[in-house]
């Protein structure tokens, strides 16, 4: 059966406001890891002037009752396909309504749902209809109060949103908690959590003098692992207040710690539920990353508790208003913290690290969604399933799109509309609209064209020629702008791109700048609004050709077209004072590099390359931070967009080539490197350390690629001997990513090491999965994969072992992955079928590896698009994997 004929397409012109207020609700749950009984009292008015029942949905529940103002609902009620429908007989009514769930038997981690012993809750999107009927709609914002029974000895900590106002023991060994959120809140921002935990606890005054507790619960023995993320949590308080002047609302935070849980975190007023991986961490389980990754997620959910819970979504289609705003919060404040961390000397350079990060991030993740099927808005028309639309282009797109705002408004104006965005709209469900009106209005400022950013789907294009004219010492920058064709949207509509611009004097040194008009030269780096499909920017007093540097600080999420010679790009990779456009430079340089070797086998690495490497590595100016990143090549996932059709197996080889090749040429400057940039003392969280381990771990991956023995002999070393995880995992890493006969009992040894470490383990089963074969004589990865399915440790229920097994390997190693015999597609569908049987988010987060397939070679081709047709013919297939292998064959 063609699955996905089936699954109905919501959109977004079909809003339509809600015909009843819901004023307050009342929970009651009686818990039980297989029965629980849920209560709920809603207050219900309706709205002056509307008409009609009132709609609640539901979905795997059990009805025990349904009462109106007391009485049993009869006529009143009737079954829909979303779940109920009441119509009370006069304007206000309470409606009382009993469910039965079992929370053990809930896979799909949304709804209530058992891990590890404990009670715990994931409701966003629409997992609050699993827990009892209501009208599980953002726009419809009630006032909260909780209260948990439960057995004391298996449920010894039971939370909810908002303030404790009252807790006791009861008979038979039971007890009780009651929480009040005092801030009217939409459904997705409900929690509870009835677990054995234990607290971190700190108190810290406010801005206005007010005393919060602040809590992060941790399983029983895990204390000493919750001490990053609460100073990350403090850290992010804090800059709430000083940036925006935002106060934390309620007497008590709580961060809480599941095993189980599908995506990284959740922002539940007052109750934040964390994916346990952003939040435990020891020096000695956890990298430099993890830290780093921690004190983001951390922050992002803080932040979501003004903008997102205070002010929050009128409906789904509006995500990336508290999504989109609160990446690029959480991207500025990790960028100020490193700032700070580094010191006044290597700030700059710090924050540029933190931009070359996430704009990678966005390139891989988004431009590549942007060019395929499921391509859409950051502010999408429609969808078939909202979990499918928790994407790059939503999330990383449209931080992008809000530092657009900030950038063209200034930090000044930003600040100012978004105080005016509080001010207008604190307590509401509103629109993107609103958002970019209070930018606009409190800038006096017209965003109507900005607005396209909003509904144009697709990566743009700018075009940048230039011509200078000795004669009149002038020279003219030409731009231009187009963005492909995405489905659905064959034409699209010029948009506002800032462009920040430098001009590189022949000596490597920027030029100031003075545009046409101007009556003196300026700043050396100047944004340009480029708002025409075509324009020209004439710059004077220009004595010599200069090259331009575009898009500094990557100033907009488009791609930049240029043409420029191998020997202009090496000048901008030793010259360019943007560092975002060094490493840019450095990109472009291997990307060209890698596909010319992809096209033809038996050519060799050029020579010229090589030295813009090695000019890299020899630049002892750079902050290691930075030459860690600029001397890793582009990602394999981003080649596979940029390359023709797609074939991995000669970009691997050609990828390996190039690396050997630098671990060969450079195996003094990397051993030097090693040696040089050792990190003394004992492990802290401090870019200028990580910086250094991050070059050091580097080093060793291209010595290991080139089998150098020193090299080999130093990641042994330093895998067996390192007292931190980054230094530990890096060393193993290397021997993993080589020919060399030791990585398999380094292997054996890691995993005894941490054989009751999950979130260790998550790293050991991604590492393998993502292996490229060094050495011929190794059996494809795919059997590897297969094994360590079977590896106790193992679960298919855990999202995270998905994700560190089966996405490392679907996502993560392309080449093994499309194995010419199609075997690795096979083995995804039989995955994915699985996979959706018990958890519909997370097969169809594993479903979109194959999306792209259409760039592939004609033969691989055909053999994904067999095993596509097989997922979307299964029995019983969910809606969240149907939209993706539905569009995916379009
Ligand atoms: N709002 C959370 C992420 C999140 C989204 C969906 C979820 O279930 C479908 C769970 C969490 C955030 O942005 O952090
Ligand atoms: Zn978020």
New binding site residues.
């Given amino acids: 059966m063609d699955n996905t004929l089936q699954t109905p397409t919501i959109l977004r012109s079909d809003y339509r406001p809600l015909a009843w207020r819901v004023e307050s609700v009342e929970l009651d749950f009686r818990l039980d890891a297989e029965q629980t009984l849920v209560t709920s009292r809603l207050a219900c008015v309706r709205v002056p002037g509307a008409s009609g029942p009132l709609p609640l949905d539901g979905e795997d529940l059990e009805l025990v009752s349904l009462r109106i103002d007391g009485a049993e609902a009869g006529e009143c009620m009737r079954r829909t396909e979303r779940g109920l429908e009441v119509t009370p007989g006069s304007d206000t009514a309470t409606i009382e309504i009993v469910t039965r769930v079992n929370p053990a038997a809930n896979t799909t981690l949304?709804g209530l749902y058992a891990s590890k012993g404990g009670l715990f809750t994931?409701c966003?999107?629409e997992?609050f209809r699993r827990i009892t009927y209501f009208p599980d709609r953002p726009d419809v914002m009630a006032r909260y109060t909780v209260r948990l029974e439960a057995e004391q000895a298996s449920f010894p900590v039971l939370l909810s949103n908002g303030n404790l106002v009252d807790s006791g023991e009861l008979p038979g060994d039971r007890h009780y908690a009651v929480w009040e959120d005092p801030f009217p809140k939409p459904s997705y921002l409900f929690a509870l959590v009835a677990a054995d935990l234990e607290a971190m606890e700190r108190s810290v005054e406010t801005l206005s003098g007010r005393e919060v507790l602040l809590q992060v619960w941790v399983e029983p023995g895990n204390l000493d692992r919750a001490g990053h993320a609460m100073d990350s949590l403090v850290n992010a308080l804090r800059w709430d207040e000083e940036t925006f002047g935002l106060e934390l609302d309620l007497d008590r935070f709580m961060i809480v710690v599941v095993a189980d849980f599908?995506?990284?975190?959740?922002?539940n007023k007052g109750l934040n539920i964390f994916n346990a991986r952003f939040v435990l961490a020891r020096p000695d389980t956890a990298t430099d990353a993890d830290f780093e990754g921690i004190e983001s997620?951390v922050a992002?959910?803080y932040f979501?508790n003004w903008t997102?819970n205070r002010v929050t979504c009128r409906d789904w289609f509006q995500l990336t208003l508290k999504?989109g705003l609160?990446v690029f919060r959480d991207q500025q404040f990790s960028a100020d913290m490193l700032a700070r961390a580094a010191g006044a000397e290597r700030e700059a350079s710090a924050r540029a690290v933190k931009r070359i990060d996430d704009f990678r991030g966005l390139r891989a993740a988004q431009f590549t969604e942007d060019s395929g099927p499921m391509a859409h808005p950051i502010r999408p028309d429609s969808y078939q399933e909202i979990?499918n639309f928790?994407t790059a282009t939503v999330?990383e797109k449209g931080a992008a799109v809000i530092r657009m705002q900030h950038t063209l408004l200034g930090a000044e104006g930003f600040r100012k509309g978004m105080n005016l965005y509080f001010e207008r709209h604190d307590g509401q469900a509103v629109t993107c609209d609103d958002f970019v009106a209070a930018m606009a209005d409190a800038n006096d400022r017209d965003m109507t064209q900005f607005m396209r950013w909003y509904s144009q789907a697709g990566t743009p294009v700018v075009r940048a020629s230039g011509q200078w004219d000795a004669d009149a010492r002038r020279y003219t920058l030409t731009l231009a702008q187009h963005t492909p064709p995405t489905p659905g949207q064959p034409e699209k509509l010029p948009l506002v791109i800032p462009v920040a611009v430098g001009l590189i004097g022949p000596d490597g040194n920027d030029l100031p700048l003075r545009l046409e008009g101007d009556s003196a030269a300026g700043a050396t780096t100047r944004v340009l609004e480029l708002v025409e499909a075509e324009q020209h920017f004439v710059f004077e007093d220009v004595d010599a050709e200069p090259v331009p540097s575009l898009l500094r600080g990557f100033s907009a999420p488009v791609l930049l077209e240029i043409d420029e010679s191998d020997a202009r790009l090496a000048f901008r990779m030793a010259h360019d004072a943007d560092p975002c456009n060094r490493w840019d430079a450095a990109q472009r340089y291997a990307e060209r590099v890698i596909l010319a070797l992809a096209a033809k086998a038996d050519a060799d690495v050029p020579e010229a390359f090589l030295d813009a490497w090695g000019a890299l590595l020899a630049d002892e100016s750079l902050d290691p931070a930075f030459v860690a990143l600029a001397a890793t090549l582009p990602g394999e996932g981003w080649l596979l967009e940029r390359m023709r059709p797609a074939d991995p197996a000669p970009l691997r080889a050609a990828l390996m080539r190039v690396m050997r090749a630098i671990g060969e040429r450079f195996a003094d400057q990397w051993l030097g490197l090693y040696q040089r940039l050792e990190v003394r003392g004992p492990y802290r969280y401090h870019p200028a350390d990580a910086g250094c381990r991050a070059l050091r771990n580097l080093a060793l991956r291209y010595l290991a690629a080139a089998g150098n023995e020193d090299g080999l002999n130093r990641a042994e070393t330093q895998f067996e001997y390192a007292e931190n995880m980054t230094e530990q995992f890096g060393g193993l890493a290397a021997l993993v990513h080589s020919a060399s006969p030791v990585a398999e009992d380094a292997l054996d040894n890691f995993h005894t090491r941490f054989s009751s470490d999950a979130l260790v383990l998550d790293k050991w089963f991604a590492l393998q999965a993502g292996a490229w074969r060094w050495d011929e004589a190794a059996p494809p990865v795919l059997e590897r994969v297969k094994a360590l399915m079977d590896d106790p440790a193992f679960k298919l229920t855990n999202p995270n072992k998905v994700y560190s097994l089966l996405g490392a390997f679907f996502r993560g190693n392309p080449a093994e992955f499309h194995a010419a015999d199609g075997s690795g597609h096979a083995f995804w569908a039989e995955q994915i079928i699985a996979l959706d049987a018990m958890n519909p988010?997370v097969a169809s987060r594993m479903a979109r590896s194959l999306e792209n397939w259409r760039r592939y070679t004609p033969a691989l081709q055909t053999s994904i698009r067999t095993q596509l047709e097989r997922v979307r013919d299964a029995d019983g297939l969910s809606p969240d994997v149907a939209e993706v292998v539905g569009k995916a064959l379009v």
């Fill in positions: 949304s994931q966003e999107a997992g599908n995506m990284g975190a959740m922002e997620v992002h959910e979501h997102g999504e609160t979990n928790y999330y988010q």
